[in-house]
């Protein structure tokens, strides 16, 4: 969970990251923000990989 968070920070900045993860609900992650898609029981690198392709995350931070 800890490098999940780092390159959450890194992506979107340390002040915006969490609150990304609580309001952006995916479609991908079944309809669901990251903070529920976490609290389901998602695995933090299955959200991360979610994040990268709905965000556009570039190659090299994924």
Do not use: I
């Not at 309809?31 to 556009?56: I, P, Q, S």
Request: proline share 3%.
């Amino acid at each position: 969970m800890t490098v999940f968070w780092q390159r959450m920070a890194e992506h979107f900045g340390p002040g915006y990251a969490d609150t990304f993860a609580r309001d952006h609900v995916m479609s991908d992650l079944g309809g669901r923000t990251v903070h529920e898609a976490l609290d389901a029981g998602w695995e933090a690198k299955d959200v991360w990989r979610v994040v990268c392709a709905v965000m556009n995350v570039p190659g090299e931070k994924r």
